[in-house]
């Protein structure tokens, strides 16, 4: 399978186990950090912004993994999948409940674990896509809702799909006519005036977010964060 060569850090104060999965999953095509325990672990976290998915040991000198899951959680909502030598239920709740995203119990198959980390990638690729967060404005193509700060807000179809228009195409100069033929189809046989109408009224449901439009006189509009 191919993968872009997504990073991974493996967290475990086995130096055997960490060997065991590296070479899984750079036989995979994936990158590998290594770190021996928990504080370590968080020093390689927040001195590499490009690590895609942490598999995480439980059990560890200095800092346990749920604390240090909670600590990434604090900070981001990267993929970690919790790694432990025990199978108790109220762990595996404890650690769901944490914000784990998978919980595997030694020993465990190889092969498993790849399947779990490729899933895992897959599932968090395809949201990453349709939730798209830029400069407070979060678009959750999904449930084609928008909130702006957290606060949910309410768009018309058009405004919502002239909102994704713009905030894709962003620091983008674009026409009235390509916004024209891109949200309201060829097929339209409206006039520019409609597009600045919508403008309008998009920007006055965005609050201060509004100003994040902005009018290129004699052209159209793009949407660009000061």
Do not use: C
Not at 88 to 106: L, M, P, R
Not at 142 to 168: A, G, N
Not at 190 to 214: E, N
């Amino acid at each position: 399978m191919t993968n872009e060569k997504l990073k991974i850090l493996i967290v475990d104060d086995e130096q055997r186990m960490r060997k065991l999965i590296g070479d899984f999953l750079t036989a995979n095509g994936y990158l590998i950090v290594e770190a021996e325990d928990g504080e370590a672990a968080l020093k390689a976290f927040y001195s590499d912004n490009t690590i895609s998915l942490v598999i995480l040991d439980v059990m560890m000198p200095k800092m346990n993994g749920w604390e240090v899951l909670k600590a990434m959680r604090n900070d981001s909502s990267i993929p970690i999948i919790m790694l432990t030598a025990r199978s108790e239920e109220n762990d595996e709740v404890s650690g769901f409940q944490s914000g784990a995203d998978d919980y595997i119990t030694k020993p465990f198959s190889p092969k498993i674990l790849i399947a779990r980390v490729n899933s895992i990638l897959r599932r968090n690729k395809k949201e990453s896509s349709e939730i798209m967060d830029i400069g407070g404005i979060k678009i959750d193509k999904i449930q084609h809702q928008v909130y702006v700060d957290d606060d949910p807000i309410e768009l018309s179809f058009k405004e919502f799909e002239l909102l994704d228009f713009l905030m894709e195409n962003k620091d983008i100069a674009l026409t009235r006519e390509k916004i024209l033929n891109s949200v309201w189809n060829f097929d339209y046989f409206g006039d520019a005036r409609t597009i600045d109408t919508h403008i309008k009224k998009l920007r006055a449901k965005l609050k201060s977010k509004g100003d994040y439009i902005k009018t290129i006189w004699g052209m159209g509009y793009k949407f660009k964060i000061d």
